[in-house]
């Protein structure tokens, strides 16, 4: 899985006070104070990065290899409103989803399905960073029985 962004990364583009509303443990008062949940924001990421994985690995291999810090920006974006979206929405009524987030979120799957099917291109935002010349996009596969128009027409004759 590509590591698209870190922990510090997301708190960076939220804020911290934000992040501690959604992944927040422990209480103002408690000996520690209150805290950034890592492990609870690292498995959101990991899940939005599972998704990006699944839209850009075809097209763009070379994501696989390529360390957060090198990420294309709108790409990091993307999954950290995907992952920020998993954060807020919640079982039952204790949601936090408001309509800037929701928006952003389906903005980031909108993104993402334009790199699957070749309408964005990463190489603009990050060069060297070029579609595989085997993916997905730009070829037609077809499985299909062998014609049987040789059978079909035999003896036909025009007049």
Known sequence: MTDYLTVAEFVELFGRDEVLAIAGIGGPN????????EPRVAAAISRAASLADGHC???Y???ANLPAADVPAALK????DIARWYLRDRAGDRGAVDEVVRK???????YLHGI??????LASEAPGLLPSPDGPVGRVHAAMPASRAD???????RA
């Open 30 to 37: 408690s000996a520690g104070g209150r805290q950034v949940d």
């Open 57 to 59: 690995l075809a097209r």
């Open 61 to 63: 291999p070379a994501l």
């Open 77 to 80: 974006g993307a999954v950290a």
């Open 104 to 110: 952003r979120y389906e903005d980031a799957l909108n």
């Open 116 to 121: 699957a099917d070749g309408s964005v291109d």
């Open 151 to 157: 059978v079909a027409l035999t003896g036909w004759r």
